[in-house]
């Protein structure tokens, strides 16, 4: 089992910075990957970025948030980050953190319990 709380969302202008955090407890050993996903009122849930534990921490970013966020972990306090910089009102929604796992062969899939991101001035 991996427990994942987020936090750091919060009310924020356009423009503006937040860094959410992820918190992974648990079997860590077995996380291949940490993902940040979003979904906003209405819509889908979309996936956002990735961090991979393997292959040295590659990163992946969704087009709609490249070069503006940033996955990042801290592996000593078992965190996860999501730097986001010039935020838009279309980046209003809740954020989840997401781990993918591997266990004795059999494939996991964990969710935080989300924290709210909203980008209005």
């Known amino acids: 089992q991996v427990h994942l709380v987020e936090s750091g969302g919060g009310l924020v202008q356009p423009g503006g910075s937040l860094r959410l955090s992820c918190a992974a407890s648990?079997?860590?050993?077995?996380?291949?990957?940490i993902n940040w996903y979003r979904q906003a009122p209405g819509k889908e849930r979309e996936w956002v970025a990735v961090?991979?534990?393997?292959?040295?921490?590659?990163?992946k970013y969704a087009d709609s948030v490249n070069g503006r966020f940033t996955i990042s972990r801290d592996n000593a306090k078992n965190m996860v980050y999501l730097q986001m910089s010039n935020l838009k009102p279309d980046d209003t929604a809740v954020y989840y953190c997401?781990?993918?796992?591997?266990?004795?062969?059999?494939?996991?899939?964990?969710w935080g319990q989300g924290t709210q991101v909203t980008v209005s001035s």
């Open positions: 997401n781990a993918d796992a591997i266990d004795h062969g059999l494939g996991y899939d964990y």
């Open positions: 648990g079997s860590i050993y077995s996380i291949n990957a």
């Open positions: 961090l991979i534990n393997s292959g040295g921490g590659l990163t």
